[in-house]
């Protein structure tokens, strides 16, 4: 079974940002008013007539000296989300940005086709557990997914067995990760509040529906349920709670534990599986085999490298873990299967590759090659389903599948629809049927079954969505950044497009902590395309699209070749007759958020308006708040001299400046982000404000605050119809006409 490697408090690939700009003549903007200006910021200036009426914010000068360079920092003040004048100033802010926005022309067009795209019945992969089948499905017009579970076969009706839409009144209650038992008897789940990634464990019985009122776990924020074969227990990932003194906020991480939980006993009392590495840059998970054989621990050193350990159960639990991998600058993820270790990783191939373990001989000599490093690919994926390899590769991010035996000898290719992007065969590893996922931005997503042994596949579900793909043409197309390396981006237009600059591009970026950005089917898109214009996916260096090296060339020091990347794809979407600068609007949030602050700040000729999600902005004191210490790994720290300066050269914040000309700027925070601490949207959304203010060229800049959300946004259907309409109605208002 695959041990839980993967990072559970990963940066999230979500919501957006718009921007556009650069040519001489300005955009006059709908939100610009000429009423009064109120505010106690300096840069105002009283020989010019003030453009937009922000809510008042008060400047209290701030400086700091780090390696004999001095940063200013005016707003500090805000970085206190408790304090009442805070809570105030940001109750004034939301309230302006969401005046502005429901007076923007076309918005309730927006909304309506919104839902029309978003009230859809949608499916999940199902996962097989004893005699159960375990979906998620949400119905048509249902604000959320619930947890579906169905008797005897994949293709039968399910009953619901766990539906967040009870959890509260008010639809605030979430559901994060879920994990049926072997035999299928019971369910663990997490619940959280306001899709926050804090979270309380729960253990439900599928046969009654019913919760267990002693199996409750606090602190399981980063879960990872792992059951037992007999399904009496599990092991999971144990938080405590930040008291400010003995655990911080910024230091929790690293206090981090195994634990293991035996069914029906006061989870207080919960044995230690792995003690807490104390170090705030770690992730720690553990996993137990689907034989009860072999517990995996893994220590996480961000998104570059982990270590993993491993014991044989059957010596009882006192028995000494074992280095598989540690101190080696790779990643590993581990599945166990009779007595055996299936170990994709990229140590030593940084397009990865896939090894055998004997773990009577884990020594890294002794490991026997059975997938090969790709040449001109990256190994994307792997999962052992039906006694078989599923490998995913990825070519110029372009998906195949090939199915190979457990000796490394390819069988087949699975047949995929059309170019686009699928998933590995998933299921379990005794299991003679499995299902893969298959999307691309015409073509909305499937599920197909997989009949292990034979190949043949046959569909299982298939979105339906109120559009029609056909009349919508994708190219891939290449950039040369700024030190010559080729970046490839995708753009979605009509079939009738043509190329004479007038149409408006929503261009969305991330650029970082190995994700990937394939093609997928975006419903999201659809109504800017059906307004004419082009939807553009870029992939900047910092993902994984072509293995650990395109990762590594994007993080820490070498984070500016990002920005660089995504500047020359904008340059040459204008020079090729795509669109213009002041039609483009640029978008991303999280990491994606600090590509578009960054690009806000360093190259705003080329773009017109950003929309910035709940956004890293100041780069110097990221890691003081929320789970910033564990991205260390991937930005670096200005208490370190050499990241200091790479940081300092770019941190947004830090480089908003006066009297320039800047795009219009929606910047959207969410009121529960326990990632991402909402404290660099207020710093700055009020710098740039300020600016504004002493730019009469300048856009507008509004916050909006998302209630009830973490930083995936809020779980309802209804939140996420009237976020993305005042998103691609401000982008649509604020670009050229």
Not at 147 to 155: E, F, H, K, P, R
Not at 196 to 203: C, I, N
Not at 367 to 372: D, G, I, N, T
Not at 502 to 515: D, E, I, M, N, T
Request: charge should be neutral.
């Amino acid at each position: 079974m695959k041990a839980s490697f993967s990072i559970l408090a990963s940066l999230a690939v979500v919501s957006s940002a718009v921007a556009c700009g650069g040519e001489e003549k300005a955009v006059v903007s709908p939100i610009a008013s000429a009423g009064p200006t109120v505010t106690a910021a300096p840069t105002t200036s009283s020989a010019t007539p003030p453009r937009f009426d922000y809510p008042a914010t008060r400047v209290a000068e701030v400086k700091d000296v780090l390696f004999g360079t001095e940063l200013s920092d005016p707003y500090r003040w805000l970085e206190d989300g408790k304090a009442p004048e805070v809570t105030t100033w940001l109750s004034a802010q939301d309230a302006y940005a969401r005046a502005k926005l429901a007076a923007l022309p076309g918005r309730a067009e927006l909304v309506a086709r919104l839902k029309e795209l978003f009230y859809v019945e949608s499916r999940g992969v199902p996962q097989r557990a004893g005699k159960r089948y375990f979906y998620s499905k949400r119905e048509a017009q249902k604000e959320k997914s619930v947890v579906y579970v169905s008797d005897g076969s994949a293709t039968a009706e399910g009953r619901v067995l766990i539906d967040p839409q009870t959890f509260a009144a008010d639809g605030t209650g979430s559901l994060g990760g879920w994990e049926p038992s072997q035999d299928g008897k019971y369910v663990a789940y997490l619940k959280k509040a306001n899709n926050s990634d804090e979270a309380t464990l729960f253990v439900r019985d599928v046969a009654t529906g019913k919760d267990s009122t002693v199996d409750v776990i606090e602190g399981a924020k980063y879960g990872g349920m792992s059951w037992t074969p007999k399904g009496d227990g599990f092991y999971y990932t144990w938080l405590p709670p930040a008291d400010g003194k003995t655990v911080t906020v910024a230091d929790r991480p690293g206090f981090a534990e195994l634990r293991f939980h035996k069914l029906g006993t006061d989870p207080k009392k919960d044995a230690t599986a792995h003690p807490r590495t104390g170090d705030a840059k770690t992730f720690l998970q553990g996993e137990l085999s689907r034989d009860g054989h072999w517990l995996f621990v893994v220590i996480e050193h961000g998104w570059t490298s982990s270590d993993v350990f491993y014991k044989d159960m059957r010596k009882g639990d006192k028995a000494p873990f074992v280095p598989l991998a540690v101190g080696q600058k790779a990643k590993y993820s581990v599945t166990a299967y009779k007595d055996r270790f299936y170990v994709r990783t990229d140590d030593g191939a940084p397009n990865g590759r896939v090894v055998r373990v004997d773990p009577k001989k884990p020594a890294r000599d002794a490991w026997e090659v059975l997938v090969a490093e790709p040449k001109d690919a990256t190994l994307d994926g792997m999962n052992l389903v039906g006694g078989q390899l599923s490998i995913g590769y990825l070519k110029d991010v372009q998906t195949r599948i090939e199915m190979r035996d457990l000796d490394g000898k390819v069988l087949r290719d699975v047949a995929l629809p059309t170019v686009g992007t699928a998933s590995v065969v998933q299921g379990n590893p005794e299991d003679a049927e499995g299902f893969y996922t298959f999307t691309s931005f015409t073509y909305p997503t499937e599920i197909h079954a997989l009949d292990v042994k034979s190949g043949k596949s046959q569909l299982h579900y298939r979105l339906k969505v109120p559009v029609d793909p056909s009349k919508f043409a994708v190219e891939q197309l290449f950039a040369t950044s700024k030190d010559g390396t080729r970046v490839p981006y995708f753009v979605v237009h009509a079939k009738d497009f043509k190329k004479d600059g007038s149409a408006k591009a929503l261009v969305y970026g991330y650029g970082g902590f190995l994700a990937t950005q394939k093609p997928g089917f975006t419903s999201s898109a659809y109504p800017w395309l059906e307004r004419g214009g082009i939807y553009v996916v870029t992939n900047l260096r910092g993902g994984a699209e072509y293995g650990e090296a395109w990762h590594e060339a994007g993080m820490r020091r070498k984070k500016q070749n990002v920005f660089d990347d995504l500047y020359a794809i904008m340059e040459k979407l204008a020079a090729d007759g795509y669109t213009k600068a002041d039609r483009i609007a640029l978008r991303g949030a999280s990491n994606g958020g600090l590509l578009v602050a960054t690009a806000v700040t360093q190259r705003p000729d080329l773009f017109a308006v950003g929309l910035c999600g709940v956004p890293l902005v100041d780069m110097v004191r990221f890691h003081l708040f929320g789970s910033g210490k564990t991205w260390v790994e991937e930005y670096g720290s200005s208490e370190d001299a050499g990241d200091f300066a790479a940081i300092a050269a770019y941190s947004p914040y830090q480089h908003v400046v006066p009297g320039k000309k800047y795009p219009s700027l929606l910047v959207l925070s969410a009121d529960a982000d326990d990632r991402v601490d909402p404290m660099h949207a207020r710093k700055f959304a009020a710098r740039m404000q300020a600016a504004s203010r002493a730019t009469p060229a300048s856009g507008p800049v509004l916050l909006r605050v998302e209630k009830h959300s973490g930083h995936g946004g809020a779980d309802l259907v209804s939140a996420s119809v009237e976020k993305l309409a005042d998103e691609l109605a401000f982008a649509l208002a604020e670009t050229a006409k």
